[in-house]
Structure formats: structure tokens, C-alpha cells
């Protein structure tokens, strides 16, 4: 008996909605509905939510041409029977059947998600029916196991399967387990830093000034050799201490008092010791700045957590070297190229991290269905690639990576839009028929708050939707209200009026009060004058009084009209005061809601209206422009 009447009512919604909730220009695409998806034991919410999340964006990414996906809020405005199964959270498929017959569904897809050991597995299937015959079967199904770091690439695949049953999911592309850590790997420079060592050690050194010992032809050639072979060895120590700067103090010393101390006759015969002597030199500047690019590599290795200010001033470590290295004399600069390619490639790695953490917020926000929000920080992760100035690989590669997810985010917010519009015209014409003109107009004025604050993201197809619907419930629309909503929401222009009349108010406040203070000083000095000169004994000090009391009296009129004058412009000023800053902070709070959300519209989504009123005491001022951060 009771699954008779159910199928009545459904049957009869059916044809209720095909008649009259959808527009004409959501005819020819399937309707779509994703269940919620049930987090088995060892799975939280947040989780299963995310599997939801990311299929719904999925859908939107690759499939919005061909099918209008039906939303929660759909559901609970449009179909009453839907909705009291939609709180029995069931991953069953009669469940879904249920629910399919329910809101005339075309296809409609539903799974679950449980844990075995470290991975996640996930099953999804995708049922299809048939409106005509009533006839439902399963279209597709799949199961994947994964690591909670894959989820959002497996999403994506999960849905090409769901919606394409031939469709097979390439694991072998699945990315690795992400890690957040950065580790600068300094063992190819310590190869070089050790190979310099080796090319100008104390034994060789000391070979070679054997050798122009025994090639000299005369005492003084002799003693100046090992005159300056105590000095190099002294730099020698100094420099396997790492003492560069000091070492390289005692090889400049030799050349100079070669340079002082001999004739050109007996350098050109020393001519190889002068030459290794340079090579000495050059040696302490590129192990000096090895040194600085170690010190600096194991900084930002000790930290267990990267944050963007240890970025930052690692970079302006690495930055820092990099002066240094070309500060180093013209002649000391062979072999130093390596170097300056070792100090690009970190400094790449570091700008790719530092844009990595406007990445990781936009794709959270992506994930949120804030599409401006996500743009906008792609747009600040590519700005930090563009404002390093490195030219490397790794910035090309990143910077590819980022414009690609920015273009997907664009697209997948504009379908997002179409189909949260029509879905909120479908609502408000399903509700004018019913006869509930007031909600259906309060529907259509909420969406004109996502068109204005989307602006961006609207399409022809989403606007003429929008102004069919407004122009069938009569429902007055301007282009210019896009326009409207969409500049600050006008909190600018009210906040400069709340600003001078702000302004205006407070400042005559305070004169009123002053004159207000000096009137009662005046006036004061006046009785006093005044009682005075009622009591003055003779004509002169009478004649005096008087003169004073009159002056007294003037100026006491005085203060008088300029506090009653000061008085009256504050109170004319206050209502304008009042109502600018009013809209001023009205506007600027529903922008920050309307571009991130808040709890209050997580329970509007999650409950409805009716209970964010009741229970939470929200005013329908404080809801609007809540579908903006609306989930499917």
C-alpha cells in the first residue's frame, strides 16, 4: 500500500517537473544527481565529503554540455519525497532507485568509501533509468584503492568510468605520494668544493716550487721561492681550515710582493708559480661561496615545516650569494658558471614553493566551489613566479602547471554557474507554480547576487536563462544590476560616504561640545559679572561692570548660536551616518561571506533555510547572496 502511494507521488512529480520545472534550455541534456557518499568505519566525513566534492567537479569539468546535475537544494525545495530519502544516508541500490523515481533522474550516481590498512578504497556505480519505461540498470562501476594524497586525480578518473563504462583508469599515471617537505641536496657542489681541494693541495704546491728550484738559475730565484712557499703554505692551513678570506690575505700577499719585489726578467721565470698562485686565489672565492650556499642549504633543511616567511628569507639568502658571487674579480670568475647554476636552481625550487602555497589554496577553494577565490590565487601562485625573475626549467614547468589548473578552474566555474543558475530558476518557477510568487522572486533576487559577484564566470547561456525566468514571473531585471553587484558589491562607494559623513558628524559633535563647554564658561563669568554690577558702589566700577557685562553677554550669545548651529548639523548628518555605514559594513561583510563562506551558510547548505532562521536565528538579510557558497 504504501509503496503504491510512494510510486504515485512520484510518478506524479515526474510529470509535474517534466512540465514545468526545467526551462527550455536545459531540454536535451540528462539530469544528474550524485548521492552523498557513505564513509564506512576508519573513514571520516570530511572525506567522503571530498570523494563527492571532487566527482561533482569532475562532472562539471568534463560533462556539463550533457548533463544538468540536480543539486541538494533542488531537492529540497522541489522534491519533498526525495528529500526525506536523501537523510537516510545509504550507499544501497535500492536506496538510489528510491530516490532516482523520486526527482526523475536520469542517471543517478552513489558509493561509498572504507579503509583497508594505509589506502582508501573506494566504489562507485552509476545508475541509469529510463523515464519512459521506469526501467533502471546499472551503467557503470568502479572500484579503486588509494592513498588520501590521490584522491582528487582518482575523482577525475572515477568519473570518466562512471560516465563511460569502456573507459579504463590508467594506474600507472596516478601520481606518487606527495610530500610537503623541500630538501636542498647539496652533494653534487660538495663534489666540486672537493675536487678544488684537491687540484690545488700543499703537496703539488710544493712539487712544482721543487721544480723552479732546481730550473733557476740563480740564488735570489731560490731564496724568493721559498721565501713565498712559507706564505702559501701558511694560506694553505688557513684555507683547509676554511679560513678563506684569510687564506686568500696571504696568496694576494705573494703576488704583491712579487709584483714590489722583482724585475719582469725573474716573474717571467716564475711565471707558472705566479699562475697557480691566481688559481689559489680564485679557489677561496669559490669555496667562500660554496660555503655560504651549504650554510644556507642546511638553514632550510633544519626546519620540519616550510613555511612562506622560511621561503622567503632563504631567498633572500640565496639572492644575497649571488651578489657576492659577482663581486668576485673579472679574473677570478672561470669556472664559477656552475655555481650560479647550483644558486638558480634552488632559487627556482624556492619560488615554485612559495607560488606551491597559493596553490594549495586555490585548489582547497576550487574544492569549495569559490572559483574566485581559487582564480585569484592562481593568479598570486603565477605573479611569484613572474616576479623571481628566474629563468630555469623548473619555473617553465611550473608555471605550465599552473596556467593549466587556472584554465580548468575558469571553465569548471563558468559550468558551475550555468548549472547552479538553472537550477535556481528551475526552483523559482517550480515554486511560482505552487502559487509561492514570494519565495519564487526572493530565489531570483539571490541569484542575481551570484551573477553580479560571478560576473566573470557568467556565459550568454546562464544570463538568457536568468532574464527568461525573470521576465516570465514578471520579475523586474537590468543589465546594470550585474554591473552593480559585481563592483566591491558598492562597498567603496559606501564606504566613502560613510567616511565624510562620518566625518561630518563626529566633527560638529566636537565643536558643539566645545562651544557647548565655552557657552557655559561664558555664561557663568556672565552671573557673576552681572551680580557685580548690580552690587556696585559707585558710578565707575557700575560703568566698567556694565561695559563687561555686556561684552560677557555677547560672547556667551555667541557660543550660544554656534553650538545650537554645530548641534544641528551633527543631528542632520546622523542619519545619513547611520545609513552609509550601515551599507558600508552590510556590503563589506556579505562580500567576505559571498567570497568565503562561513559556518552560518555551511548549515544553510547542510539544513536549509527554514532551520538557519529557526534554530540559528539568521534574518533573511543576513542569508542573501548564501547560495553563492552553496555545494552540490
Known amino acids: 500500500m504504501y509503496l503504491s502511494f510512494f510510486r504515485c507521488i512520484s510518478i506524479s512529480g515526474i510529470i509535474f517537473t517534466l512540465f514545468f520545472s526545467f526551462p527550455a534550455e536545459a531540454a536535451g541534456k540528462k539530469s544528474l544527481y550524485v548521492h552523498s557518499i557513505i564513509a564506512h568505519t576508519g573513514v571520516y566525513e570530511r572525506v567522503s565529503q571530498k570523494v563527492r566534492d571532487y566527482l561533482v567537479l569532475s562532472l562539471l569539468e568534463g560533462y556539463s554540455n550533457k548533463y544538468q546535475l540536480v543539486t541538494d537544494d533542488d531537492i529540497k525545495v522541489m522534491f519533498k519525497q526525495a528529500a526525506l530519502l536523501m537523510t537516510v544516508k545509504c550507499d544501497a541500490e535500492s536506496c538510489a532507485m528510491k530516490i532516482a523515481d523520486a526527482i526523475d533522474a536520469d542517471e543517478i550516481i552513489y558509493g561509498s568509501v572504507s579503509r583497508e590498512n594505509n589506502k582508501l578504497v573506494i566504489k562507485l556505480t552509476n545508475l541509469e533509468r529510463d523515464s519512459k519505461t521506469l526501467t533502471q540498470k546499472k551503467k557503470s562501476f568502479v572500484?579503486?584503492?588509494?592513498?588520501?594524497?590521490?584522491?582528487?586525480?582518482?575523482?577525475?578518473?572515477?568519473?570518466?568510468?562512471?560516465?563511460?563504462?569502456?573507459?579504463?583508469?590508467?594506474?600507472?599515471?596516478?601520481?606518487?605520494?606527495?610530500?610537503?617537505?623541500?630538501?636542498?641536496?647539496?652533494?653534487?657542489?660538495?663534489?666540486?668544493?672537493?675536487?678544488?681541494?684537491?687540484?690545488?693541495?700543499?703537496?703539488?704546491?710544493?712539487?712544482?716550487?721543487?721544480?723552479?728550484?732546481?730550473?733557476?738559475?740563480?740564488?735570489?730565484?731560490?731564496?724568493?721561492?721559498?721565501?713565498?712557499?712559507?706564505?702559501?703554505?701558511?694560506?694553505?692551513?688557513?684555507?683547509?681550515?676554511?679560513?678563506?678570506?684569510?687564506?686568500?690575505?696571504?696568496?694576494?700577499?705573494?703576488?704583491?710582493?712579487?709584483?714590489?719585489?722583482?724585475?719582469?726578467?725573474?716573474?717571467?721565470?716564475?711565471?707558472?708559480?705566479?699562475?697557480?698562485?691566481?688559481?689559489?686565489?680564485?679557489?677561496?672565492?669559490?669555496?667562500?661561496?660554496v660555503a655560504m650556499i651549504k650554510k644556507a642549504d642546511n638553514w632550510i633543511n633544519s626546519h620540519d615545516k616550510i613555511n612562506e616567511k622560511i621561503i622567503e628569507s632563504s631567498i633572500n639568502q640565496y639572492f644575497s650569494i649571488k651578489a657576492i658571487l659577482r663581486k668576485i674579480p673579472e679574473e677570478y670568475q672561470n669556472d664559477t658558471a656552475y655555481i650560479d647554476n647550483t644558486l638558480i636552481q634552488r632559487l627556482a625550487r624556492l619560488y615554485s614553493l612559495k607560488s606551491g602555497i597559493h596553490e594549495s589554496s586555490a585548489e582547497d577553494r576550487y574544492r569549495e566551489y569559490r572559483f574566485l577565490s581559487a582564480l585569484s590565487d592562481y593568479d598570486n601562485a603565477l605573479s611569484q613566479l613572474e616576479e623571481s625573475g628566474i629563468k630555469h626549467k623548473i619555473i617553465d614547468d611550473y608555471r605550465s602547471r599552473i596556467t593549466t589548473k587556472r584554465t580548468i578552474t575558469y571553465e569548471t566555474g563558468k559550468a558551475w554557474l550555468l548549472n547552479r543558475v538553472t537550477s535556481l530558476c528551475n526552483q523559482a518557477e517550480y515554486l511560482n507554480i505552487r502559487g509561492n510568487n514570494m519565495n519564487a522572486k526572493k530565489i531570483l533576487k539571490n541569484t542575481k547576487y551570484i551573477l553580479g559577484y560571478n560576473k566573470m564566470l557568467i556565459t550568454d547561456q546562464a544570463e538568457d536563462i536568468y532574464k527568461k525566468t525573470c521576465s516570465t514571473l514578471r520579475y523586474s531585471y537590468k543589465a546594470s544590476d550585474i554591473d552593480y553587484y559585481n563592483k566591491e558589491l558598492n562597498s567603496q562607494y559606501y564606504g566613502a560616504c560613510a567616511l565624510i559623513f562620518d566625518s561630518i558628524c563626529l566633527l560638529t559633535l566636537g565643536c558643539g561640545i566645545t562651544f557647548h563647554v565655552l557657552y557655559n564658561d561664558a555664561y557663568s563669568e556672565y552671573n557673576s559679572l552681572h551680580d557685580k554690577y548690580s552690587m556696585a558702589a559707585n558710578i565707575i566700577l557700575a560703568t566698567r561692570l556694565h561695559n563687561e557685562v555686556r561684552k560677557k553677554k555677547d560672547e556667551a550669545d555667541t557660543y550660544s548660536i554656534l553650538t545650537i548651529v554645530f548641534y544641528s548639523v551633527s543631528a542632520a548628518a546622523v542619519i545619513p551616518a547611520i545609513y552609509f555605514t550601515y551599507k558600508y559594513l552590510f556590503y563589506k561583510i556579505l562580500k567576505k561571506k559571498m567570497a568565503n563562506g562561513s559556518i552560518s551558510f555551511n548549515i544553510l547548505y547542510k539544513n536549509g533555510s527554514n532551520e538557519a532562521i529557526t534554530r540559528l536565528r539568521y534574518s533573511n538579510d543576513r542569508l542573501m547572496g548564501a547560495y553563492i557558497t552553496y555545494r552540490f
Open 143 to 289: 572500484m579503486v584503492a588509494l592513498l588520501e594524497s590521490q584522491l582528487e586525480w582518482f575523482c577525475r578518473e572515477c568519473a570518466k568510468k562512471l560516465m563511460n563504462n569502456s573507459y579504463s583508469i590508467d594506474l600507472s599515471r596516478a601520481p606518487g605520494d606527495v610530500s610537503t617537505e623541500l630538501v636542498i641536496d647539496n652533494n653534487e657542489i660538495n663534489k666540486v668544493h672537493r675536487a678544488d681541494i684537491q687540484n690545488m693541495s700543499i703537496a703539488e704546491m710544493n712539487r712544482s716550487m721543487e721544480i723552479y728550484r732546481n730550473q733557476a738559475d740563480n740564488e735570489t730565484i731560490i731564496r724568493v721561492l721559498d721565501y713565498l712557499g712559507e706564505l702559501i703554505k701558511e694560506g694553505d692551513i688557513l684555507y683547509k681550515d676554511n679560513d678563506f678570506i684569510e687564506a686568500r690575505d696571504r696568496y694576494q700577499s705573494v703576488l704583491i710582493k712579487i709584483n714590489e719585489s722583482l724585475r719582469e726578467e725573474n716573474k717571467i721565470k716564475i711565471n707558472t708559480f705566479i699562475t697557480q698562485v691566481h688559481e689559489r686565489i680564485s679557489a677561496t672565492y669559490k669555496a667562500e661561496v
